[in-house]
């Protein structure tokens, strides 16, 4: 989805250049949190979320 950077978990030093990176390029991790949130309400808002039941739950009934 392009919308950040991923770090090991524990590793400070990568941390650490991680956030230089958003620091020397605000326009682009900007664009980052776009793309973030406009995943997200694509894919995690209650209306999707009841979308994505209802279908399951049909699907289910469906079956034999």
């Known amino acids: 989805a392009e919308c950040g950077l991923c770090v090991p978990a524990g590793d400070g030093e990568q941390l650490a250049q991680a956030m230089r ?16 949130r406009q995943f997200y309400e694509r894919n995690y808002t209650k209306t999707r979320f009841m979308q994505s039941l209802n279908g ?3 699907q289910l009934a469906d079956k034999p």
């Open 56 to 58: 399951l739950l049909r």
């Open 21 to 36: 990176e958003v620091l020397a390029q605000p326009a682009l991790y900007r664009k980052k949190g776009q793309n973030g």
